[in-house]
T-cell receptor, first 116, second 113 residues
Framework: DTGVSQDPRHKITKRGQNVTFRCDPI?????LYWYRQTLGQGPEFLTYFQNEAQLEKSRLLSDRFSAERPKGSFSTLEIQRTEQGDSAMYLC??????????????FGPGTRLTVL | KQEVTQIPAALSVPEGENLVLNCSFT??????LQWFRQDPGKGLTSLLL?????REQTSGRLNASLDKSSGRSTLYIAASQPGDSATYLCAVIDQTGANNLFFGTGTRLTVIP
């Protein structure tokens, strides 16, 4: 499979628990993005990596959120002490940074988080 | 901050009709604009990408136009089919180093057989 994959696809947790999501990008892609989408809204940018370096974080990414991409391949997004407001679809995308103005992002299927 | 608006929020049409979805953005300093399709509970599928130097892109029954100076884009779907039922999202790509996407809230399309 050459697409972006995410695991798990669905996660139900109780308020206060920690959760971790994984994203596997397209193999040669050096950029990886995380977005969050709440019901009825468009996705919002959270953070992105170029290789293993986290280069930008949105103000939406509170200190309960942490993302890593330790070897420049897969990435994890951890949410500590989950709150009901964290319930959303978490989308991962990857792209290949090349010369030129823009590098098309390819999205994974998302992880649906429900916090009870 | 870039803001993207999509009108209408929802649209129902009978099968076979042609339709137009609208997207507007506040900051014309964009690299490109992209249209996505999202089925319920699923991820995003890219439909068309228009570079800032282009005016339109076509793929099958889909045609997307871009008027960068006025901050507008349209997605035209010809001869709609029930399988076209989905949410259509417009996103602009900013000119910062991150190239992150700024999305609208989408138009939910229902094509009635």
């Amino acid at each position: 499979d050459t697409g972006v994959s995410q695991d798990p696809r669905h996660k139900i947790t109780k308020r206060g628990q920690n959760v971790t999501f994984r994203c596997d990008p397209i193999s040669e892609h050096n950029r990886l993005y995380w977005y969050r989408q709440t019901l009825g809204q468009g996705p919002e940018f959270l953070t992105y990596f170029q290789n293993e370096a986290q280069l930008e974080k949105s103000r939406l990414l509170s200190d309960r959120f942490s993302a890593e991409r330790p070897k420049g391949s897969f990435s994890t997004l951890e949410i500590q002490r989950t709150e009901q407001g964290d319930s959303a679809m978490y989308l991962c995308a990857s792209s290949l940074l090349q010369a030129g103005p823009y590098n098309e992002q390819f999205f994974g299927p998302g992880t649906r988080l429900t916090v009870l | 901050k870039q803001e993207v608006t999509q009108i209408p929020a929802a649209l129902s049409v009978p099968e076979g009709e042609n339709l137009v979805l609208n997207c507007s953005f506040t900051d014309s300093a964009i690299y490109n604009l992209q249209w996505f399709r999202q089925d319920p509970g699923k991820g995003l599928t890219s439909l068309l990408l228009i570079q800032s130097s282009q005016r339109e892109q076509t793929s099958g029954r889909l045609n997307a136009s871009l008027d960068k100076s006025s901050g507008r884009s349209t997605l035209y779907i010809a001869a709609s089919q029930p399988g076209d039922s989905a949410t259509y999202l417009c996103a602009v790509i900013d000119q910062t180093g991150a190239n992150n996407l700024f999305f609208g809230t989408g138009t939910r399309l229902t094509v009635i057989p």
